[in-house]
């Protein structure tokens, strides 16, 4: 056991993966993979994959979607891989990279799908914490908003799509950059804990080169219903059975 109190953690189907204190994921983390689920034989780009949970959670049912995850932190990347090699999956590269530097690293207008579930505060708000692996990953210090939206834009053809999720505070922001970069919103879906708490977050899905308007919002995703998982909310954890972080 490493005193960074690492651990292998189930996501189902015989899956499971390293994590540790600075290197997890969360409930929102499951519910944009299930919200982007890439098609079968697609070519998916998950960035800031963190310890990869959501290229092993797509992977843990259709290992036909050729998946490449960047993240900027070596210590995230060997984590991963270290997973990626206990379920002996090959559908999955990770890239020790900074998504702002992404030409020749990876094909420009090349992929179905791109992925992202970013750091939620703006750098500058909020207490910010002393460990440099946890800053990354909560405040936007090495990548902001706009960087995130222009990599996705590069890297999808035409009619690809761009998910990724965030507080519903930021809503205005993020359709503003979508739109700015010809991403343009399709679908939305605000996440409730239950139904007399305010939206915690929402899911948001942008079309590549698409016309604009037509924008779909779907029904809320309630998280609990009667003190319990929502019905909805047992079916997208499947056969993912342990942990349950807000």
Same mark, same amino acid.
């Given at each position: 056991?490493?005193?960074?109190?690492?651990? #292998?953690?189930?996501?189902?189907?015989g899956?499971?993966?390293?994590?540790?204190?600075?290197?997890?994921?969360?409930? *929102?983390?499951?519910? +944009?993979?299930?919200?982007?689920?890439?098609?079968?034989?697609?070519?998916?780009?998950?960035?800031?994959?963190?310890?990869?949970? /959501? %290229?092993?959670l797509w992977?843990?049912? *259709?290992?036909?979607?050729k /998946?490449?995850?960047?993240? /900027? &932190?070596?210590?995230?990347?060997?984590?991963? $891989?270290?997973?990626?090699?206990?379920?002996?999956?090959?559908?999955? *590269? !990770?890239?020790n990279?900074? #998504?702002?530097?992404? =030409?020749?690293?990876?094909? !420009?207008?090349?992929?179905?799908?791109?992925?992202?579930? %970013?750091?939620?505060?703006?750098?500058?708000?909020?207490i910010?914490? %002393? @460990?440099? $692996?946890?800053?990354?990953?909560?405040?936007?210090?090495?990548?902001? #908003?706009? @960087?995130i939206?222009?990599?996705?834009?590069?890297?999808?053809?035409?009619?690809?799509?761009?998910?990724?999720? &965030?507080?519903?505070e930021? +809503?205005?922001?993020?359709?503003?950059?979508?739109?700015?970069?010809?991403?343009?919103?399709?679908?939305?879906?605000?996440?409730?804990?239950? =139904?007399?708490?305010?939206?915690? #977050?929402?899911? /948001?899905?942008?079309?590549?080169?698409?016309?604009?308007?037509?924008?779909?919002?779907?029904?809320?995703? !309630?998280? $609990? $219903?009667?003190?319990? !998982?929502? %019905?909805e909310?047992?079916?997208?954890?499947?056969?993912?059975? *342990?942990?349950?972080?807000?």
């Amino acid at each position: 056991m490493s005193d960074k109190k690492e651990h #292998l953690e189930p996501l189902g189907n015989g899956v499971e993966i390293y994590v540790n204190e600075f290197y997890h994921f969360s409930t *929102d983390t499951i519910l +944009l993979a299930d919200f982007a689920k890439p098609k079968k034989n697609s070519k998916a780009v998950d960035l800031g994959t963190g310890c990869g949970t /959501i %290229p092993f959670l797509w992977s843990r049912n *259709d290992t036909s979607v050729k /998946i490449s995850a960047v993240e /900027i &932190q070596s210590g995230a990347v060997n984590l991963a $891989e270290r997973s990626k090699e206990y379920n002996g999956l090959s559908n999955i *590269d !990770f890239i020790n990279a900074d #998504l702002k530097e992404l =030409k020749g690293v990876l094909k !420009f207008g090349y992929y179905d799908l791109v992925c992202c579930n %970013p750091p939620y505060k703006l750098d500058g708000s909020g207490i910010k914490n %002393p @460990d440099s $692996e946890k800053l990354l990953a909560r405040h936007e210090q090495s990548c902001t #908003l706009e @960087d995130i939206v222009l990599a996705a834009k590069n890297l999808l053809q035409f009619g690809g799509r761009f998910c990724m999720c &965030q507080r519903p505070e930021r +809503l205005t922001d993020v359709m503003e950059v979508m739109r700015n970069n010809n991403l343009e919103p399709k679908r939305l879906r605000f996440v409730q804990q239950r =139904k007399d708490k305010k939206p915690k #977050l929402f899911l /948001i899905e942008g079309k590549r080169s698409s016309k604009k308007g037509n924008l779909v919002v779907e029904p809320t995703l !309630f998280i $609990e $219903e009667n003190g319990e !998982f929502s %019905p909805e909310m047992r079916e997208i954890y499947g056969s993912y059975k *342990d942990g349950y972080d807000e």
